[in-house]
């Protein structure tokens, strides 16, 4: 398993435009062998900005690797910057294998 996250420091104020931005986008993330989850993660408020991840789980790095170079990722980031004053930079990738995982089913 592979999980790739997006850090993102978005303007105090314009958290939701941001969220908005990402609830409306259609991510054809249903469209990409090997995808298992996404999130979209609020963290913590600092004095000017609120800290979001965008949070994928993939099968494997390749899967994650190929959907960086689909056609469904180049459709699913055209115009997904929107306003780029709501961003304090520009996201900060992380990915990580997963070496142990646990998970309970309610």
Do not use: C
Request: aromatic letters at 14%; glycine letters at 8%.
């Amino acid at each position: 398993m592979f999980i790739a996250m997006n850090r993102f420091r978005i303007r105090k104020g314009e958290e939701s435009a941001f969220e908005t931005l990402w609830r409306e986008r259609d991510s054809h993330l249903d469209e990409v062998p090997g995808f298992v989850e996404f999130q979209l993660l609020r963290g913590l408020e600092a004095d000017d900005h609120t800290l979001y991840a965008s949070h994928t789980v993939w099968r494997s790095a390749a899967h994650f690797e190929d959907w960086t170079r689909s056609e469904a990722f180049r459709r699913a980031h055209a115009g997904a910057g929107g306003k780029r004053d709501i961003y304090l930079g520009p996201p900060q990738f992380e990915g990580f294998e997963a070496v142990q995982s646990t998970r309970t089913l309610d």
